[in-house]
């Protein structure tokens, strides 16, 4: 089975970067997709972004397309969120998950979970 482990999080200013790794156990391209998502406190888990990794097709929330954007390195079976211009609201503790399903960016879709690293903007 698949482990996914999240790393990059931590404390940002607004207007700042952070890129996320996630990092699977086995090969990338045994997924259809992964998709990376957020969760802040008493909210819904939410889908921000999705690729393929045997294409390379990407699929973004219009809630931070043009802030977010998703990458994949197959030969280091690692995807990547890199996330600019930072707002609080982007507060919260992101994970990355692994599905055979897709595109889409409903979490009951993807199988494998990470457990995730936390985001924290403030100034």
């Known amino acids: 089975q698949v482990q996914l482990v999240e790393s990059g999080g931590g404390l940002v200013q607004p207007g700042g970067s952070l890129r996320l790794s996630c990092v699977a156990s086995?090969?990338?391209?045994?997924?259809?997709?992964i998709g990376w998502f957020r969760q802040a406190p008493g909210k819904e888990r939410e889908g921000l972004s999705s690729?393929?990794?045997?294409?390379?097709?990407?699929y973004t929330a219009s809630s931070v397309q043009g802030r977010f954007s998703i990458s994949a390195d197959n030969a280091k079976n690692t995807v990547y969120l890199q996330m600019n211009d930072l707002k609080p609201e982007d507060t919260g503790l992101y994970s990355c998950?692994?599905?055979?399903?897709?595109?889409?960016?409903?979490?009951?879709?993807?199988?494998?979970w990470g457990r995730g690293t936390q985001v924290s903007v403030s100034s």
């Open positions: 690729i393929s990794p045997r294409t390379g097709g990407t």
């Open positions: 998950a692994a599905g055979m399903t897709g595109p889409t960016l409903d979490p009951d879709h993807y199988s494998h």
């Open positions: 086995g090969s990338t391209l045994d997924y259809r997709m």
